[in-house]
């Protein structure tokens, strides 16, 4: 995640969305007193910053938040980290820091989002793992917790989810609200996100396969109107 101080505004990060490509393009337009959480495998031009550190966990343990969580960061000094839901965000940036920032995340179609994550899961391993296999273990990219009120799941919380779909187009309304240059496309250059040409995402996917994943990501579908098709 990245919170700009100098630019006003919070990039709340999801999976398998080019995050980290976004991460790396804003990383250089940030200051150097603004937040930027690690990513791993560090990439070039991304410069992690001003995310460690203790802190007071009395807002999100008063918002309801794991007591758990809360912990294990404070004796780990993780203040920030990569994937941060935005309502912990929220609780740990300084009073008033969110209401006054413009905040976004990107989302994207969770067949086509969980196909990515396979081909993510053998490129990185090396298996051979059948896509139906992959499907059993239910290590879906499901990311609506991470820009939604965690007591409302219906509720998203950032100013805008930008569709993975039309991701230059977004990029650019936004950034040019914020005053941060952007030239499309967006340079895909971190952990092989870039779209490739491939068979139409459907075509993985057999009728139970589908339903399958309709029914993981119930809530997304629910507050974006996906479809299959």
């Keep these: 995640m990245i919170y700009s101080q100098r630019h006003g505004f919070v990039f709340v990060k999801t999976q398998k969305t080019a995050g980290t490509s976004i991460e790396v393009l804003l990383s250089g337009s940030v200051g150097p007193d603004d937040v930027v959480t690690p990513v791993e495998p560090p990439e070039r031009g991304h410069e992690a910053r001003n995310h ?106 950032v100013d805008r989810v930008i569709p993975y779909e039309r991701l230059d187009e977004g990029l650019s309304e936004v950034l040019a609200q914020l005053g941060l240059p952007f030239e499309p496309p967006l340079a895909f250059r971190a952990k092989a996100s870039a779209p490739v040409e491939r068979p139409p995402y459907q075509e993985a996917y057999s009728p139970e396969q589908r339903d399958l994943v309709a029914r993981a990501f119930a809530a997304e579908i629910e507050l974006h109107g996906y479809t299959f098709d």
Excluded: C
Aim: no cysteine; net charge positive; proline share 8%.
């Design 52 to 157: 460690a550190g203790r802190f007071l966990p009395i807002a999100e343990l008063r918002a309801g938040l794991p007591a758990g969580g809360a912990l294990r960061d404070l004796l780990a000094a993780r203040r920030f980290y990569n994937h941060m839901p935005a309502a912990l965000i929220r609780a740990r940036l300084p009073r008033g820091a969110w209401e006054h920032s413009f905040t976004f995340a990107v989302e994207r179609n969770p067949w086509d989002k969980t196909l990515s994550r396979y081909r993510s899961v053998r490129a990185r391993t090396g298996q051979l793992m059948p896509f139906d296999a992959f499907l059993r273990t239910r290590h879906f990219p499901i990311d609506h917790s991470l820009y939604t009120e965690p007591k409302d799941p219906r509720r998203i919380i």
